[in-house]
């Protein structure tokens, strides 16, 4: 599934925006029941956690791609989201910036259903996602239909503007 990202990002050519609004993504994961045992990533042993993903996505932003990452979130965070928060400095350390926005914050925003990607404003694909947070239907499904990326742009940017710096947001 995450071909379709990877595949997209390798040809975008100015920007990537990511939106996630989900309070909590694959329960499952090894990784996040690490962190749930008390596993904490080590900023100072960057070999310990640097994967094959943020390789990519070093190698987008090496290439002038800006990569954004927005959170729309519940707060208090759910322990998924307080996994991801203390994750986030291996996507900055790629390259990424990321913000968070507080759900109470967009009340008056009009956001997308889904979670997805929009690459160079043109190229959406959309994330469809279970309620327990696991892949359903298409997992990942490309939308090469401009108008459509041009509202999750919109709607994007709105809720960019008043999200908050992953260095400035203290978790609830």
């Known amino acids: 599934m995450a071909t379709a990202v990877r595949e997209a ?17 694959m329960l499952d994961d090894p990784a996040f ?35 954004r990452r927005l959170r729309v979130v519940s707060e208090p965070l759910s322990d998924y989201l307080r996994y991801e928060y203390d994750g986030t400095f291996t996507n900055v350390a790629a390259g990424e910036i990321v913000r968070w926005l507080p759900r109470s914050r967009t009340r008056d925003l009009l956001l997308p259903a889904l979670d997805g990607w929009v690459m160079d404003e043109r190229r959406l694909i959309l994330h469809h996602f279970s309620g327990e947070g696991q892949w359903t239907g298409p997992g990942m499904e490309v939308c090469p239909d401009p108008a459509l990326a041009k509202q999750y742009v919109t709607a994007y940017e709105a809720a960019w503007e008043r999200a908050i710096p992953h260095t400035q947001y203290r978790p609830v």
């Open 9 to 25: 990002l390798a040809q975008a050519q100015h920007s990537a925006l990511h939106l996630e609004m989900r309070d909590s993504y």
């Open 33 to 67: 029941i690490r962190w749930q045992e008390g596993h904490r990533e080590n900023p100072d042993d960057r070999a310990s956690w640097w994967r094959p993903w943020l390789d990519v996505v070093t190698e987008a932003t090496g290439r002038g791609v800006v990569m």
